[in-house]
């Protein structure tokens, strides 16, 4: 039995260390690593020195090779793959299918503020989300919750996932499966840079799950300075709200403690961390206290 590993992400490294912390080493035939210029920290050169440091075979994603493996897995995997005629192609999903097929599951559970999260193993199908489950895990959550907290929560689950279906491997069990229902099944579109808006006339605790969701390893949340300079909002926290008479969305109403304090369509946020797109430099404190931040460039 032989396997080929299609990693990213801090969730392939986890899962190739687990696999060698679990002796299952043995069973991968090589490892084929790609890179995601959309997030700040990729783990592209974690996996390859991993795979160095313990004589894997190893592949960058735009390099021409041959496998013989029976099965290959994907994990964090954002490319199609072409399995091999006489190979199974496993691909592990960021949700509990078959809700959430599609792109960028993991945010988007996080903002609609779902209770659970974690993976789902399935065989690979035609039509993207909809192959028979092999084996899933999953994790409940509590609010507030960055995407950081969430990967290193959901990473347990790819761990548990992997080492099930190795485990299988290893002592010649049959991969069973079961076909989704799909009158259950929901789909998470993919999202461009207008999706990392802020529309400030939501309610704060809506907004604080967007920021949160976007914030590292992400690029943060986007919103305009009196609708000229674009700043991301990496950090920030629910301020109790205060009885205003002209309620106008994207204002500042207090500075504390050197942090803005915005007013939303309901409730207010208080900005704790922020870098202009540009330059990267911090924003805060503000230079100037009549600022009012905007979902739109004017």
């Excluded at 005629?85 to 078959?98: A, E, Q, R």
């Excluded at 009158?183 to 704060?204: F, G, H, M, P």
Aim: proline fraction near 3%.
């Amino acid at each position: 039995m032989k396997v080929t590993l299609y990693l990213m992400t801090q969730k392939g490294y986890e899962v190739l260390k687990a696999l060698i912390q679990n002796n299952f080493i043995e069973l991968v035939s090589e490892v084929v690593i790609g890179r995601d210029k959309q997030i700040q920290k990729d783990y592209a050169d974690d996996l390859i020195f991993i795979c160095k440091s313990n004589s894997i075979k190893f592949y960058e994603r735009n390099e021409d090779f041959f496998s013989e493996s029976d099965y290959e897995i994907a994990i964090s995997w954002r490319w199609l793959i072409s399995p091999k005629s006489h190979s199974k192609l496993i691909v592990l999903h960021d949700s509990i299918l078959p809700k959430y097929r599609g792109f960028a599951p993991l945010v988007n559970m996080l903002i609609n503020k779902e209770t659970e999260i974690g993976v789902s193993a399935i065989f690979a199908s035609e039509e993207y989300d909809t192959g028979d489950i092999i084996s899933q895990s999953s994790t409940p959550i509590e609010y507030p919750i960055t995407i950081a907290k969430a990967i290193d929560l959901i990473t347990k689950n790819y761990v548990e996932v992997i080492i099930s279906i190795f485990t299988c491997f290893v002592n010649g069990f049959e991969i069973s499966s079961i076909k989704q229902n799909e009158e259950l099944a929901t789909y998470s579109l993919w999202r461009d840079e207008n999706d990392y808006l802020i529309d400030w006339k939501k309610d704060a605790n809506e907004i604080l799950r967007l920021i949160n969701a976007l914030s590292f390893p992400y690029k943060g949340a986007s919103t305009f300075i009196n609708g000229k300079q674009k700043v991301r909002v990496i950090e920030a926290e629910i301020e109790p709200d205060v009885k205003i008479e002209n309620r106008s969305e994207g204002k500042v109403i207090f500075i504390k403690n050197q942090f803005p304090i915005v007013v939303c369509g309901s409730g207010l946020i208080r900005l704790k961390k922020a870098f202009d797109e540009e330059t990267g430099t911090d924003i805060l404190p503000l230079k100037n206290f009549r600022i009012k931040f905007s979902s739109q460039l004017c």
